[in-house]
Antibody, heavy 120, light 112 residues
C-alpha cells in the first residue's frame, strides 16, 4: 500500500518561501496512473486544493495561489515538493500531500499532514 | 470556482441509527467526458482525510458497505445505514470535475 510522508520546516517567517517535500513509498511516482497533489487545511476550517503534478511535469494550480506556487517532482528520490512564496499568516495550515487517481480523479491516499505556521 | 455546500454542518446521531449528509454544488458536476467526479471523504479527529466514495457511488477499497453515495447533477448524498462509534468525525464532499477542485465546508458527525 502506498504511503506518503510530508516533511519541512514547521515555522516560516512572513514574506519567505514555504518549502515542503512528500516522500512516497510503496509505489513509484513515475507511474502514469496518478497525479501527485497538495491540499491544505487551516485550523478548524475546510480543505483547500493547492495543485497537482503529473509524471510528465505538467502542473495544475489553484488560481487563487497560482502566482506563488510551484510543485515539482524528483523521480530519483521518489518524492515531490511544494514551494509557496511570499507567505503570510493566512498561509498557516496543515499541509497534506496526496495521490490522485488519473481515471476517477479520486484522492485515494493522503499523507499524515504537517503543520506550517507563518509567524515572525 | 464551483462552490460545494454541505448540510447539515453538524449531525448528532444515535448509535445504530442511520445518518445522511447532503452536498450541493453551484453548477453541474457532469464532466464533458460524461463522468461526475464527486467524492466523499471522512476525517476522524486528528487524522488526515480518508477516501470513502468516488464518482458519486463507488466505495473505495476497505470501506464498509454501510456507507453509500448517491445523487446526480448538483445534488448528492452520503448515507450511513447504521452509525458506529468509529464513524465520528468530519465528512467532506469534493468535486474534481472542474479546476480548481473544491471541497464542502465539512459536516461534523457526532454521537448523541
Amino acid at each position: 500500500q502506498v504511503q506518503l510522508q510530508e516533511s519541512g520546516p514547521g515555522l516560516v517567517k512572513p514574506s519567505q518561501t514555504l518549502s515542503l517535500t512528500c516522500a512516497v513509498s510503496g509505489g513509484s511516482i513515475s507511474s502514469g496512473s496518478y497525479f501527485w497533489s497538495w491540499i491544505r487545511q487551516p485550523a478548524g476550517k475546510g480543505l483547500e486544493w493547492i495543485g497537482r503534478i503529473y509524471i510528465s511535469g505538467s502542473t495544475d494550480y489553484n488560481p487563487s495561489l497560482k502566482s506563488r506556487v510551484t510543485i515539482s517532482l524528483d523521480t530519483s528520490k521518489n518524492q515531490f515538493s511544494l514551494k509557496l512564496s511570499s507567505v503570510t499568516a493566512a498561509d498557516t495550515a496543515v499541509y497534506y500531500c496526496a495521490r490522485t487517481h488519473l481515471g476517477a480523479l479520486e484522492i485515494d491516499y493522503w499523507g499524515q499532514g504537517t503543520l506550517v505556521t507563518v509567524s515572525s | 470556482d464551483i462552490v460545494m455546500t454541505q448540510t447539515p454542518l453538524s449531525s448528532p446521531v444515535t448509535l445504530g441509527q442511520p445518518a445522511s449528509i447532503s452536498c450541493r454544488s453551484s453548477q453541474s458536476l457532469v464532466h464533458s467526458d460524461g463522468n461526475t467526479y464527486l467524492s466523499w471523504l471522512q476525517q476522524r479527529p486528528g487524522q488526515p482525510p480518508r477516501l470513502l466514495i468516488y464518482k458519486i457511488s463507488n466505495r473505495f477499497s476497505g470501506v464498509p458497505d454501510r456507507f453509500s453515495g448517491s445523487g446526480a447533477g448538483t445534488d448528492f448524498t452520503l448515507k450511513i445505514s447504521r452509525v458506529e462509534a468509529e464513524d465520528v468525525g468530519v465528512y467532506h464532499c469534493m468535486q474534481a470535475t472542474q479546476f480548481p477542485y473544491t471541497f464542502g465546508q465539512g459536516t461534523k458527525l457526532e454521537i448523541k
